[in-house]
Each structure stands twice: as C-alpha cells, then as structure tokens.
C-alpha cells in the first residue's frame, strides 16, 4: 500500500519557540494531504487540507498564522507550528489520499509535540 | 449532535468472542464510510470501506444501512491481536476530500 512518512516521529520544545513537521508520500505523488491533530483519549480533528501549489484550507477554529502549512512538492507537505505553547502538545498526524484516486486516506505515523 | 457517533466502549471481551461496533452519522449527503484501527499511540489503519451492499473481510463484516445512517463492524473469533480502538469515518459529501472521525471505540481483547 501508499507510504506517507513523517519528521520528526516526536519533538519537545520550550514555550515560543516554532517546530515544523514534514510530511512525505514516500512512492506515490499526492496533490492533496490532510493534517490532524489529535488529544490524549480524543479522536482525530482535522486541522487544515493541503493542497499542492496552493494555499491551504484550515478548518474553523485553527489559526492559519499559527499553523502554517506548505505543499510545496507532490510529495511533501510540511506545518509549522509558531510560537508553540504548551496547549499545542499533541499528536500530529498527516494523510495523504492514495495514489489511484479515491478516498482512502493513508496516514503518516505521526508526530508527538511536547511544549514545555 | 455530532457528526459521527460511536459506541462509547470500552468493550472488554474474552478471546474467540464476537464482538459489534455501531457507528451512526448525521449528514445524510455523507459519502464514503471506513472503518479505521488505531493502535495506542500509533496513526490509524485503514481496516475496511463500507459498502451499501455489506462487505466482508475474513473476520470482519461491515455493514451500512443508508436509511438509517447506520455503519456496523463486526468481529467474528476475536484475537488479542485485535485490541484497539476502531474508528468510524465518515467522507461528509460527495466533493469533499476530508473524513470526518468518529470518536472511536476502545476494544480490548483478553485471554
């Protein structure tokens, strides 16, 4: 099946600083990708859809200028998140849709973000 | 009301048990339907789509009842190796790209 990768796998950082996460569709071109976010004992929120040499759709409630968000390349998509704090701490997941169409998104393993 | 409700779990069953998840979604224009697993502090894996028609995967059957916005997942001879939480998701319109994730269902299975 579709490989998505991501970097780092987990990350601590004191409060303001700024961390970005990459994410890779290792062998197949993705124009679209999907950045989640999710809480201890929570399910996974969408955050934003990444689109490949456009601008990002970002779900009600996330911050554009916090959370941004770059679709370079078909294969990498990287979010940035500026100016962490500690309410930041979570698990970041990205998805990449497969690569004959469809809908089946197939899911980096993540990034575990720890603000301090 | 949320847009994808599940059992809240958790279930806690004996090996070789059968075990139904019910999922149940709000939009009515909704899609597309999976079941995802997540281990513990691992990315989801797609399980199954859903189909109208009902599908089956060795031990697993799926089905959806379109009428009653209704998604299903049953496990037949449950392992230990299928303890975790299964996740419904649900593509809210036909040209939306994003899922939409049901709170998921904690399953452990025990010896």
């Known amino acids: 099946g579709a490989v998505v990768s991501q970097h780092p796998s987990w990350v601590i950082c004191k409060s303001g600083t700024s961390v970005k996460i990459e994410c890779r569709s290792l062998?197949?071109?993705?124009?679209?990708m999907f950045w989640y976010r999710q809480f201890p004992k929570q399910s996974l929120m969408l955050m934003a859809t990444s689109n490949e040499g456009s601008k990002a759709t970002y779900e009600q409630g996330v911050e554009k200028d916090k959370f941004l968000i770059n679709h370079a390349s078909l294969t990498l998509s990287t979010l940035t998140v500026t100016s962490a704090h500690p309410e930041d701490s979570s698990f970041y997941i990205c998805?990449?849709?497969?690569?004959?169409?469809?809908?089946?998104?197939?899911f980096g393993p993540g990034t575990r973000l720890l603000v301090l | 009301r949320k847009e994808v409700e599940q059992d809240p779990g958790p279930f806690n069953v004996p090996e070789g048990a059968t075990v139904a998840f019910n999922c149940t979604y709000s939009?009515?224009?909704?899609?597309?339907f999976f079941w995802y697993r997540q281990d513990c502090r691992k990315e989801p894996k797609l399980l199954m789509s859903v189909y109208s028609s009902g599908n089956e995967d060795g031990r697993f059957t799926a089905q959806l009842n379109r009428a009653s916005q209704y998604i299903s997942l049953l496990i037949r001879d449950s392992k230990l190796s299928d303890s975790a939480t299964y996740l419904c998701?649900?593509?809210?319109?036909?040209?939306?790209?994003?899922?939409?994730f049901g709170p998921g269902t904690r399953l452990s299975v025990l010896p």
């Open positions: 998805s990449a849709r497969g690569p004959y169409g469809g809908e089946t998104q197939y």
């Open positions: 998701v649900v593509t809210p319109s036909l040209y939306g790209q994003n899922f939409v």
């Open positions: 062998d197949f071109q993705a124009t679209t």
């Open positions: 939009n009515s224009a909704s899609q597309s």
